[in-house]
């Protein structure tokens, strides 16, 4: 069978962009091989900058149909209880906006046939007033598989972009572009969405429970636009559509007005009330305002206090409780720590100070975490270390035994340490004779203060006290005194590696640089996890190894050029930005190097690109070097951007040799202990980064720049 696709530019990871045109589809696993989790990502462009739309799902049967109102995903319900579905929000790109949405394609219900996505204007808006209308879709470590771009989508005030769905047990994507002109309510209400239509009963509600909510947690909640899709909706009609090929796999039957009724529909869990579009607001925790205190040493009362914290166990004891008891009460983000965990999306509660049966001696784990759905529990021990305590291989094994006798489901260990694939920080040993099996899951501190990081300053909760507990959570995570500070030494074989490099006495396979390759890879997945909570945007580290490579043998590898080049290399791929972001540490020289590539444009004349590059670059730091490269060879003219800034020409080659981009890089002298203080390895390669990002990566333009084919 033919797929209507055709090859596009190849990405950074040497795979192909697909190109779809309308009504055509594509098998994913025919792609990549990591698409049981996806995102798509619906993007636009404005000539004017201020056009924007929402995104919306709809999970739909055979019958063309959802199956309850719960099936609708929007602004007033971003996420799936049993984390199938999940509205990321949107980031902004060089005149508009992209929205992103994460599907769990494994989690699916069984029942769900068909994911219609698709996106809505307000205020009377339609998709004819913007540019560049698409939809990419990207696998499970964040490649670009394919693009289909909308054109002439016309004065709808709400598009179909595309749809996942089921053939022959994988899931395929097709592109649609079909347009409603009834807007967000009469698209749902098209797919069987009883749609709630009394705005101004809504508004009035929200302002009101907000208020009250406000002064309780002393918090502010941020207003977002109302769409003007909210009143009397008419039975929507759907636009035309240009003539596209005839379709070798057609797709599930038109859907017709018809409403379901709720005999008909597929009974929930719950019942949920009817979808309201009018937007509810999202509550952010208050800009801070002058203090009234009387001079600086006066210190505002916290609601988690580390001023009292002496010891290791006082630090483990609060730090479990403070987590799990926040977990409890803030829905939204108890259940993104746990998901992953295999956990069900149900009632939550937690626990400290257990005491568990063991024989003579009762064990006493730091948590327990139990979830409850239709009758059933799930139940996590939880194991907790701080500073920079290790985990003990004898205390989890028993806390594993201890599960696998009560018949819970998990054991979760909650650390500073950061796991790597392949290499489990504690070896556990399973009695292969025991029906079940208990799970054994790690959390770095790192990762509980990214998703609060993530819900808190970009997401945000519907609730304010929500949003107040939060903030107090990430106070305590980020003092000095809370011993939650992730990842914070490169180890014991540190030194003595530095030194042989330094005396040239390092021999490739010396077991010591592979654990400095090991804490490197540790190091670089915290950075990206901080960037990413600040950013609010995807931050993930480039792995260059081919597929399906043993992560011991890669880290091997990587160990034996750290000891012939005496550098340790990454890479970072931060979402909506223009190139890679490529980290090196030179621990001959002390010299820390960050560095992105961008393309050459496609048209244009090099002197124009040249001067474009140095005025984007205005605010940059003068000591910014920048390297043209050169098709074909290496070494461009290169030069600082204080030489530049009078003589953009200067970067041009001489020779009239094709330019294929240029390479920004600064550097810096890395620290030499292992531990926290201000000289420090680990602070020195988070400034670095954080420098390079702010002065130089915000600085580049952002719109789609292509390498040349």
């Not at 984390?83 to 005149?95: F, I």
């Not at 330094?502 to 804490?519: H, I, K, P, S």
């Not at 496609?602 to 730091?621: C, F, H, I, M």
Request: net charge negative.
């Amino acid at each position: 069978m033919s797929r209507q696709v055709t090859p596009g530019r190849r990405c950074i990871r040497g795979g192909l962009v697909h190109k779809l045109v309308k009504g055509a589809n594509v098998e994913l696993t025919a792609l990549s091989e990591d698409v049981g989790s996806v995102m798509v990502s619906l993007g636009w462009s404005s000539p004017t900058g201020e056009g924007d739309a929402d995104v919306s799902v709809l999970l739909l049967t055979s019958g063309g149909k959802v199956r309850s109102d719960a099936d609708f995903y929007f602004y007033n319900n971003p996420v799936a209880a049993d984390g199938s579905v999940q509205l990321l929000g949107k980031t902004p790109t060089a005149n508009g906006n992209e929205d992103r949405i994460t599907f769990d394609l494994t989690a699916i219900p069984a029942d769900v046939e068909q994911i219609i996505v698709a996106a809505s204007r307000y205020n009377g808006a339609g998709f004819g007033d913007l540019d560049d209308v698409r939809v990419t879709l990207a696998d499970g470590s964040g490649e670009g598989l394919l693009r289909f771009s909308i054109e002439d989508a016309g004065a709808v005030g709400a598009l179909l972009f595309g749809e996942l769905y089921r053939r022959a047990g994988d899931w395929k994507f097709r592109a649609i572009g079909q347009g409603y002109e009834s807007g967000l309510a009469g698209l749902a209400q098209d797919y069987g969405v009883d749609v709630d239509d009394d705005a101004g009963e809504v508004e009035e509600a929200q302002a009101a429970a907000e208020a009250g909510a406000e002064a309780a947690a002393d918090s502010v909640a941020v207003e977002a636009v109302s769409p003007a899709e909210t009143g009397t909706v008419s039975t929507p009609v759907p636009a035309p559509s240009p003539t596209a090929a005839p379709d070798p796999d057609p797709a599930p039957a038109q859907v017709t007005a018809e409403p379901v009724t709720k005999d008909s529909a597929e009974p929930m869990a719950k019942s949920v009330p009817r979808p309201r579009t009018a937007k509810k607001k999202v509550t952010l925790p208050k800009v801070a305002k002058k203090p009234l205190a009387e001079n600086d040493s006066w210190r505002a009362a916290r609601l988690f206090p580390v001023s009292a914290l002496k010891s290791d166990r006082d630090r483990e004891t609060r730090a479990t409780s403070v987590l799990l008891s926040v977990m409890a009460q803030v829905p939204e983000f108890g259940r993104r720590l746990t998901a992953e965990f295999g956990a069900p999306a149900g009632r939550m509660e937690t626990f400290t100070e257990v005491s568990l049966p063991n024989g003579d001696s009762p064990r006493r784990p730091d948590g327990v975490i139990r979830v409850e759905r239709a009758g059933k529990l799930w139940t996590a021990l939880i194991e907790t270390k701080t500073n920079g305590n290790s985990l003990k291989a004898d205390q989890v094994q028993a806390y594993a035994d201890i599960a696998a006798r009560r018949g819970y489901e998990a054991v979760i260990t909650l650390s500073n340490d950061v796991e790597l694939d392949g290499s489990p920080l504690v070896d556990v040993k399973t009695d292969g004779r025991r029906k079940h099996k208990v799970a054994l899951r790690h959390l770095s501190w790192a990762d509980v203060t990214h998703q609060a990081q993530m819900l808190i300053r970009h997401e945000g909760v519907g609730n304010a006290a929500h949003a107040w507990l939060l903030q107090e959570l990430l106070h305590y995570l980020q003092h000095d005194n809370s011993g939650c500070h992730g990842f914070q030494n490169m180890g014991p074989a540190w030194v003595p590696v530095r030194n042989g490099i330094d005396d040239e006495t390092l021999c490739q396979g010396d077991r010591l640089a592979v654990e400095v390759v090991e804490n490197w890879e540790r190091l670089v997945r915290q950075v990206c996890l901080r960037l990413g909570g600040e950013l609010g945007q995807k931050v993930l580290p480039v792995q260059r190894a081919k597929r399906g490579t043993d992560p011991r043998v890669r880290r091997e590898t990587l160990a034996d050029q750290l000891c012939l080049a005496g550098r340790l290399d990454s890479e970072l791929r931060i979402e909506g930005t223009p190139g890679i972001l490529a980290l090196s540490a030179d621990l001959r020289t002390g010299k820390l190097r960050t560095s992105i590539e961008i393309a050459a444009p496609e048209q244009g004349y090099p002197l124009t690109w040249a001067k474009r590059l140095v005025r984007q670059l205005s605010d940059a730091p003068a000591d910014l070097h920048v390297e043209t490269l050169l098709v074909g060879q290496s070494g461009g003219p290169r030069g600082t951007l204080e030489r530049l800034r009078p003589e953009p020409g200067d970067i041009l080659p001489r020779n009239d040799a094709e330019i294929a981009g240029f390479r920004l890089s600064l550097f810096r002298s890395m620290g030499s202990t292992r531990g926290t203080a201000e000289s420090g390895f680990i602070r020195s390669v988070d400034e670095a980064v954080d420098r390079f990002h702010d002065h130089v990566v915000t600085r580049l333009d952002r719109s789609p720049v292509s390498a040349r084919r």
